[in-house]
């Protein structure tokens, strides 16, 4: 199947994800570290880069409609699955961030659950694509703000001495993770509300 280039970017993102997964659960050293953030990043831009190309070339297809967003989903997920198993364990005297963090995790995958279903449904049986609103992107945003508070805060607190004080309070993780959850939430109501219409139960 040929591709053009936005969706080419958006394959790419898909498949940095196991990557970076696998060489950040290979070590908790520095290098890990910092090559799985640099990683998140590179594929993170990607997600900005596909669609401005899609948009100013008019390369927009159902295709990259489709796979943008789930790309996004992937890309996220398991990042902050990553976070999950090896960052928390190691956090123990922060019970805020570990409580906020495990519950915005929930959230997102409820979320991304039941918004994936209605795209499902919605394009399955009405034939309408569900393409990314402003809000669903402003959200993906606070995610990627999240994972990347959450990594860069690990790196410089707990290798850099004058900083370790603030192992026990990270607060930038803290604060994206609050946003991040909020803007979850939000996104996730407003598309339930706006396609609920083409939920018929009696179909």
């Known amino acids: 199947m040929k ?22 659960m290979l070590s908790d050293a520095v290098w890990a570290n910092t090559v799985g953030l640099l990683l998140f990043v590179i594929a993170s831009f990607t997600d900005m880069l596909d669609g ?34 090896k960052y928390i364990s190691d956090t123990p005297r922060n ?21 994936t279903s209605i795209r499902l449904v919605v394009s399955g049986s009405k034939g309408i694509v569900v393409a990314a609103n402003m809000l669903g992107k402003i959200k993906t945003c606070t995610q990627i703000a999240c994972v990347v508070a959450c990594i860069g805060e690990r790196i410089f607190y707990w290798n850099i001495p004058t900083l370790s004080f603030l192992k026990d309070v990270l607060p930038l993780s803290i604060f ?17 509300v706006s396609y609920w219409k083409y939920m018929d139960p009696q179909k």
């Open 3 to 24: 591709m053009n280039l936005p969706n080419k970017l958006t394959v790419l993102r898909l498949c940095m994800v196991p990557v970076f997964v696998v060489i950040m």
């Open 52 to 85: 401005k190309i899609a948009r100013k070339q008019g390369l927009v297809t159902d295709f990259g409609k489709f796979l943008d967003p789930l790309a996004d989903k992937f890309m996220v997920i398991g990042a902050m699955m990553v976070i999950l198993y």
């Open 95 to 115: 019970e805020l961030f570990c409580t906020l963090f495990v519950w915005a995790v929930m959230l997102v995958i409820f979320r991304e659950l039941a918004v």
């Open 176 to 192: 994206t993770t609050a946003v991040m959850l909020i803007f979850t939430l939000w996104s996730g109501i407003n598309y339930i």
